[in-house]
DNA sequence: TGGATAGTAATGTATAGACATAATTTGAGG
DNA sequence: CCTCAAATTATGTCTATACATTACTATCCA
């Protein structure tokens, strides 16, 4: 029980928050008042209140106050977890076949071939990932060379890609899209499914401030997979 | 350009570990090292560490020091707009057709019924939203009488329930699950799709405090829709 | 009436110091 | 050599104060 008096400042009005207590747009006591309440200096104070700021659950304006913000919205956490671990958890057992492994050019005439590695060479990795030797995704991965020349000496029989490239190489901006897909033949054979059958897509491409690093694309056996993203405190 | 030094300490070595300069498990300078290296106090030293801590860049540890933190979290913000916005954007005509709209009480036998209401009544609404006359998500939905009973005074014919709930009825937390899944018979019906045709299924719950307020599942035409997700400063 | 100007109330940043807490290192005694 | 206690070091919390910044308010003068 030994929580810090700040903490306790923000705790407070975070859960009047959060349980609709203090509609969006109500406004907070100054850092006076708070100051009162609490018998606290302002500095103890003012940590609270930046942290809820840093929370994006207040919003503070110079001579006018602090107010309840608005919910953003349309924005949520999406976890996006290293699929080897994933199956783990679900104790199962990992495996990660390589299919194709080749060091090419881009193809000038795919953008996101030369949008990812400029004018220098790709390494592609293609292979499938299992779950107690039941296919769950194929993936189809390039990586820029010049971004990350240790990637060739990496023998990636057996180990996941995406996991080496999370340990080894630190990267700053990610983009991914998810879609709903119908399996083509090459995916279709890889994850024994029929050809057609739903799939998730996931298509992943990260950088390192400018330069691209890889481009991902996991199709996931539609039955088999699903995707969770959050919003505010967990739940459940 | 007025950054305050606290910011510029922040961002300073935000920056260093993003890109990859310091490695997780690197050692930070102590606070009283970095009062000198920017001949500074240890409360504004001690800001900017704890905003990093916040984040969940470094670890810290008395006696120890400060540190890298070890395994970057993989977790992304999703975007999910409000579908009217999102066909308006796309220069095309946003329509929304109620197709049931019922007043029950929970079936007990439906955990996720209950779950939402307890023992008060449901609202059942379903529909599909067209973009320009064309079918592009089905969508059944649950609303929680008890939470919001304005609602059973609202005619959703035409407007999407989920479009009203956002602007009237506040909310603290969200759960979206996504998967692809086959579209059944009803679904395959309102979009005018063969039955099994791939669809994004995307199913959210939203709550305010500990009370349930909707369920919502809609099966999107998978060809005609995608979710983007990123991390880090926008890209492109 | 209207518009510049001074006042004022709130947050934003920063300082210098104090004591608390936790973990590691060191030292004394067995 | 081992163990327990004390010293050390770095972070954690908090105070009291100061001045900066911003935007709203009121006032004065044309």
Chains 1, 2 share one sequence.
């Not at 679900?90 to 881009?106: A, N, S, T």
Request: proline fraction near 6%.
């Amino acid at each position: 029980m030994k929580q810090p008096l700040h903490d306790r400042i923000r705790s407070d009005y975070e859960a009047r928050i959060l349980s609709g207590a203090l509609l969006p747009g109500a406004r907070l006591p100054t850092e006076l008042e708070l100051m009162r309440d609490y018998a606290c200096s302002r500095m103890t104070v003012n940590k609270a209140l930046s942290a809820l700021t840093a929370a994006g659950l207040i919003d503070r304006r110079k001579r006018a106050g602090t107010f309840v913000a608005r919910p953003r919205v349309h924005s949520m956490v999406l976890d996006v977890p290293d699929l080897e671990q994933e199956v783990a958890q679900r104790g199962q057992r990992y495996r990660y076949d390589l299919l194709r492994r080749e060091v090419r050019m881009p193809d000038p005439g795919t953008a996101e071939e030369t949008l990812l590695a400029g004018a220098g060479p790709l390494l592609v990795l293609d292979g499938v990932h299992h779950a107690d030797d039941v296919p769950l995704a194929s993936e189809q991965r390039l990586i820029s060379l010049s971004a990350v020349p240790e990637t060739e000496g990496v023998d990636f029989a057996g180990a996941s890609p995406g996991a080496w490239l999370l340990k080894h190489v630190p990267w700053t901006q990610a983009e991914t899209r998810i879609a709903a897909v119908g399996a083509d033949r090459a995916v279709a054979a890889g994850l024994n499914l029929l050809p057609g059958s739903p799939c998730l897509l996931i298509e992943r491409r990260t950088w390192r401030g400018d330069d691209g690093i890889t481009l991902v694309r996991q199709h996931f056996v539609g039955s088999a997979y699903d995707l969770i993203a959050t919003f505010g405190p967990a739940k459940g």
